[in-house]
Nanobody, 123 residues
Framework: VQLQASGGGHVQTGGSLRLSCAAS????????IGWFRQAPGKERAGVIC????????YYADSVKDRFTIFRNNANNTVYLQMNSLKPEDTAVYYC?????????????????WGQGTQVTVSS
């Protein structure tokens, strides 16, 4: 079982990035997939999650009008589309999978984790 996060990079304020979370060894459409981020000196925090029924849960109010998440079950990948990026979005972004039906509230409840991808937004 493996999650591979990719797509990070360095953008300027107002730019966009699309992160990918590719699953292997399991069928991700039966899992809730969440994105978390960890900024320097801060704890890992939830960003957004999509459950197995494609319902979306936002963990961070600050991204509600800018980020969205969607699945491509054909290639076993979940995407995080990030628009109107701000310097405060700078962090390492991780994807995680949980076997439950709902998006759990805590990072510790997720079963599998990817390795993280760096997102840097400059002003």
């Amino acid at each position: 079982v493996q999650l591979q996060a990719s797509g990070g990079g360095h953008v300027q304020t107002g730019g966009s990035l699309r992160l990918s979370c590719a699953a292997s060894g399991f069928t991700s459409d039966y899992y809730a997939i969440g994105w978390f981020r960890q900024a320097p000196g801060k704890e890992r925090a939830g960003v957004i999650c999509i459950n197995r029924y494609s319902s979306i849960r936002y963990y961070a109010d600050s991204v509600k009008d800018r980020f969205t998440i969607f699945r491509n079950n054909a290639n076993n990948t979940v995407y995080l589309q990030m628009n109107s990026l701000k310097p405060e979005d700078t962090a390492v972004y991780y994807c995680a999978a949980d076997r439950g039906d709902a998006c759990k509230s805590y990072a510790g409840d997720f079963d599998y984790w990817g390795q993280g991808t760096q997102v840097t937004v400059s002003s």
